[in-house]
């Protein structure tokens, strides 16, 4: 089996972050219309591709998130950062019965036991991930963007 690895925003200390503070419109109803959110950023971010963006999986450049849409079980809704085309990244599909729940290290709810609070540390299913390059999420924890080895070489 590849390894699955967990897709994150570059964590340095002046990497530029998109600038929220005028921007007063709620996540659900602009991702339910056609408007495309324009936003600025903390400082010039001519070069980056990927932007943390709360509530969501990103904010990919349309290059990179062309890529993630290719090869991934994901949705996009378009937006503009400093002019440049982006792609907020959305979890689609999730793929369904990769982890496995008996090997993985979760934290689950007491009033619900069967619903996982917290994965530790993961484990999947050998057979539920493919060979070929996929982007992904799973349904224990839907806020986290996954990658299998083909997709990340």
């Not at 290290?105 to 484990?123: E, G, L, M, V, Y």
Request: proline share 7%.
């Amino acid at each position: 089996m590849s390894s699955v690895y967990r897709l994150l925003a570059s964590q340095d200390e002046d990497r530029p972050e998109l600038d929220l503070s005028e921007f007063e419109s709620d996540w659900r109803q602009i991702l339910s219309g056609d408007e495309v959110v324009r936003l600025a950023t903390t400082a010039p971010a001519t070069d980056v591709e990927f932007f943390s963006l709360a509530g969501t999986l990103g904010a990919a450049s349309d290059r990179l998130a062309s890529d993630l849409l290719r090869i991934g079980c994901l949705d996009a809704h378009p937006m503009m950062v400093e002019g440049r085309g982006f792609q907020i990244v959305l979890a689609g599909t999730p793929l369904q019965d990769a982890l496995d729940r008996e090997q993985s290290d979760c934290a689950f709810f007491r009033s619900t036991p069967t619903k996982i609070k917290q994965i530790r540390s993961f484990a999947f299913h050998a057979t539920a991930i493919p060979n070929t390059p996929l982007v992904f999420t799973i349904p224990e924890s839907p806020a986290l963007l996954l990658a299998n080895e083909p997709a990340v070489e």
